[in-house]
């Protein structure tokens, strides 16, 4: 038990509230069909990440923060750019731009040795979830104890208040960010700041998404921002039940994956663990999967409207 | 020179006056200099050919496109200040019909002023919104998913939205596209009705032998303004000739201009 506690909780809950966070963003980015954004604000954190390092020569939270986030401010830059230039889609110039930047980022983590500290391709692809250790969490009273508790490892407190963060974004802006989702040229005729609330949206998944990155790597992002929201999408025709779907899909997904991660392969007579990252991010896409073969909104208008008609 | 407009009190009192209105994608102008001020209690036609730029000219007006100049101003005032008095009604696929929302759900949307950002939607707004889809004969789909409407019921939907701001001035863009007879009845009786209670209704329209007799005002626009002014004055052989570029036939302007035998006044 006392392993639970030191090796497994604080992991456990970092990668439940990431992920509730994460679907909670997905399902306005599903909607708006802009599912891309997370996927490519996540893996411009990267060279961000490095490049903040390189000048600072710290991993303080901070600096990785403001690296992060002017990396996100060139990328949508620069997707404008190729747009504009280039004349073509968005997906497309999304695409092109995080691609070569995550690169880029690739090549400056190589090039600039950076293996003194903890930080290279794999601990930003898979994140250290596993390495959240609470030294100090050796007994259940631990947890009252203020002392254990200001040994818990910082990644804890920034993702909470990430979370906290992002979900009174969601509940304050509600109404715009509806009204916009759903028809943003009426938003901008009744004054409701489509825009305003478009740029509010991607910033607070960058924001996410950097916390995220730092505690548990860009996977279990990237899947979280979208299966979840996905799957409750083909679970319901109401926004509000889809909400609670997808966060019933995003716990499922964390507790689940983190356990079959640690323990499922010692279940199977293996003396091994697996990347609870990559776990996580699996059953998420598994229950997209599950959704789009037996959930029972997978069809759309075409098909009942005819039968209305 | 900008006081003395406002002064002048024809646009002081239109809920809509377009001054010099240029909107251009890239280097090409898809609206150029329009002038238009539009009568209040007027149900007012904007007719021109495919790419004369009548929706961009409202989505310019309406602050949804950016403008390269020009002034809208609502009963004298900038748009942005007045933006409550004006109801706006997309075109019908602009919009995702799959969002996961009701019927009920898209007319509430039309009480986003009367709501808090984060307000839950009571009793009286619902019942508000369920008295807006009586008027457009859609209450018994209330709780209907959108996507499972028919394109006639989505655009009474959008109509029964419009209702719901109770705004001065109503603009919709190709309320007819693709709707069955009946709907179309359905919503020339509301916007007529509307008329009556001294509301006016500016509306893109693309069905020629209509206009006459749906509309009392018409303006023809092929990027610049060709006319404007009552349908008998402003939309005649001439004026469509020149917004259409001789594209018409005699014979389509005969049956067009002349007025039909089964027009009926209101």
Redesign the interface.
């Known amino acids: 038990m006392a392993d639970f506690l030191m090796l497994s909780l604080v992991p456990l809950v970092v990668a439940v509230i990431i992920s509730l966070t994460c679907a909670l963003l997905g399902n306005f980015l599903v ?1 708006r ?1 802009q599912s891309l954004i997370g996927d490519a604000i996540s893996h411009v954190a990267l060279p961000g990440i490095v490049a903040s390092f390189l000048i600072t020569g710290t991993l303080a939270a901070s600096a990785m923060m403001v690296g992060a986030g002017v990396a996100a401010l060139v990328t949508v830059a620069m997707i404008e750019l190729i747009k504009h230039l280039g004349r073509v889609e968005s997906s497309a110039a999304m695409g092109v731009a995080f691609t070569a930047i995550f690169a880029l980022g690739v090549l400056m983590l190589e090039w600039n040795d950076a293996s003194g500290v903890h930080l290279d391709v794999e601990h930003a692809l898979y994140g250290n979830l596993e390495s959240l250790i609470w030294f100090e969490g050796q007994h259940w009273l631990s947890l009252f104890d203020r002392q254990a508790l200001a040994d818990l490892p910082p990644q804890l407190a920034r993702v909470t208040w990430v979370g906290l963060l992002v979900l009174a974004f969601v ?6 960010l ?2 916009g ?3 943003p ?2 938003a ?5 700041r489509p825009i305003l609330t478009d740029l509010l949206l991607v910033v607070m998944v960058a924001i996410t998404a950097i916390a995220a990155f730092e505690a548990v790597g860009s996977i279990i992002v990237i899947a979280m921002f979208i299966c979840p929201a996905a799957a409750a ?1 083909l679970m ?4 509000g ?2 909400i609670a779907w997808s966060q019933a899909f995003a716990l499922i997904s964390a507790v689940l994956g983190y356990v079959l991660a640690g323990y499922g392969p010692g279940w199977i007579g293996v003396d091994a663990s697996l990347s609870a990252a990559g776990m996580i991010a699996s059953i998420a896409g598994l229950i997209l999967l599950l959704a789009c073969v037996f959930g029972p909104h997978r069809c ?2 075409s098909s ?2 005819v039968s ?2 | 020179m900008k006081a003395s407009r406002i002064d002048d009190p024809a646009i002081s009192r239109s809920p809509l006056a377009i001054q010099g209105l240029t909107v251009s994608y890239g280097q090409k102008p898809v609206v150029y200099s329009v002038d238009f001020i539009t009568p209040p209690g007027s149900l007012t036609a904007i007719v021109g050919p495919n790419g004369a730029g009548k929706s961009t000219m409202l989505k310019a007006a309406l602050g949804i496109k950016r403008r390269l100049s020009g002034e809208v101003l609502v009963y004298g005032e900038p748009y942005e200040q007045q933006s409550c008095h004006v109801a706006y009604v997309p075109q019908r696929n602009s919009v995702d019909w799959d969002f996961p929302a009701t019927v009920l759900d898209v007319v509430v949307m039309g009480l986003f002023r009367d709501l808090r950002w984060w307000q839950l939607t009571r009793r009286h707004h619902r019942d508000m919104a369920l008295e807006c889809l009586c008027r457009v004969g859609m209450e018994a789909f209330a709780k209907r998913q959108i996507g499972q409407l028919s394109g006639g019921q989505q655009q009474r939907v959008f109509l029964a939205r419009a209702l719901a701001q109770s705004a001065d001035l109503t603009i919709l863009d190709e309320p007819f596209a693709g709707v069955d007879a009946a709907t179309e009845k359905a919503i020339v009786e509301v916007l007529k009705s509307l008329k009556r209670q001294g509301k006016t209704l500016l509306c893109v329209h693309h069905d020629l032998s209509t206009v006459r007799d749906y509309f009392d005002h018409v303006l023809l626009l092929n990027v610049r303004r060709i006319a404007a002014g009552p349908v008998d004055k402003a939309f005649t052989e001439k004026t469509l000739q020149e917004a259409y570029g001789g594209r018409l036939s005699s014979l389509q302007l005969e049956q067009i201009v002349m007025p039909s035998a089964t027009t009926q006044k209101v």
């Open positions: 909607l069909r509940i304050v802006v509600w109404r715009p509806v009204v989702s759903f028809d040229a009426f901008a005729s009744i004054q409701a999408r319901t025709n109401h926004l039940h889809q759309r208008e009942q409207a209305d008609a």
